[in-house]
């Protein structure tokens, strides 16, 4: 059983369009993430929410809105897609606020964004 | 605010070379290291984590000890194989209140021949 679980893996979209990128883990954690992995392979945080209420809101447009219905989902829709928007996407969790201090953190495989 | 720096990339090693990645960091506090590594069309998954100053990681042949005094935590190989190849990224967490985040290095891509 695949313990983070992104879909889609990949997503082709063009300019302007709105979309939303999924996440569930079935590790019984209480807190996900959502980070942004650049051309370049730089990793940063966007999100990450901890039982269902966002924790750690980053510098990220607001047209990036996360959504958490229970713990074991957090969901990232994207409104007027950018060019600059076009990346790979990396869900993950941990099990509290303070996981990744003490335990690692779980990645889901990715979803690679490209908006042309 | 914390920080962390890889050395540049990529390496390119022949297999059973040794390998040393380099990692530094600027953080207040105490914070623990860590290495995580990426292998193709995957996510990142944990290779090894240091707690404390003097600490060693080790997993699969990997090691990093946590220097406190050169604020460093270099990833070492003594042979490297096939099937290293990968990206790796040096990170570091750091408790704020209750909660903690995990900032990442640029990481670096390994690739080793036969």
Redesign the interface.
Known sequence: DTA?SQTPKYLVTQMGNDKSIKCEQNLGHDTMYWYKQDS??????MF?Y?NKEL??NETVPNRFSPKSPDKAHLNLHINSLELGDSAVY?C?SSPN??????S??H????TRLTVT | GNSVTQMEGPVTLSEEAFLTINCTYTATGYPSLFWYVQYPGEGLQLLLKATKADDKGSNKGFEATYRKETTSFHLEKGSVQVSDSAVYFCALSARTGANSKLTFGEGITLSVRP
């Open positions: 983070v370049k392979k730089f990793l940063k945080i990450s901890n924790i750690i990396f993950a606020p303070a996981g990744s201090y003490n690692p953190l990645f889901g495989n990715g």
